[in-house]
Nanobody
Framework: QVQLVESGGGLVQAGGSLNLSCEVF????????MSWYRRTPGKQRELVAS???????NYGDSVKGRFTISRDNAKNRMLLQMNNLKSDDTGVYYC????????WGQGTQVTVSS
């Protein structure tokens, strides 16, 4: 069974940075299309960033130029570097691994104070 474990969330001031990590257990990491989603107060879940098995990336409009997604197949993990954080980035961030169906992590809270 696939298990996704996120880490790296926390409290940061506006303008600061955080790095999120998602480690995948129980399956071959390199086969998954990986993504970060978030659920922010008052909004539906939205795509933050995604990365294909080949390393191509895609970003939500609100994070372009501030966030960077990457993957390390050797370490079975995906990273999200978040810079210049804004209060609107506050929410729960979820890791998603897709290969035929979705696998989700438990989420990690990111809080940006203004």
């Amino acid at each position: 069974q696939v298990q996704l474990v996120e880490s790296g969330g926390g409290l940061v001031q506006a303008g600061g940075s955080l790095n999120l990590s998602c480690e995948v257990f129980g399956s071959t990491f390199s086969k998954f299309h990986m993504s970060w989603y978030r659920r922010t107060p008052g909004k539906q879940r939205e795509l933050v960033a995604s990365i294909t098995t080949g390393g191509s990336t895609n970003y939500g409009d609100s994070v372009k130029g501030r966030f960077t997604i990457s993957r390390d197949n050797a370490k079975n993990r995906m990273l999200l570097q978040m810079n210049n954080l804004k209060s609107d980035d506050t929410g729960v961030y979820y890791c998603n691994a897709f290969f035929g169906y979705d696998n989700w992590g438990q989420g990690t809270q990111v809080t940006v104070s203004s």
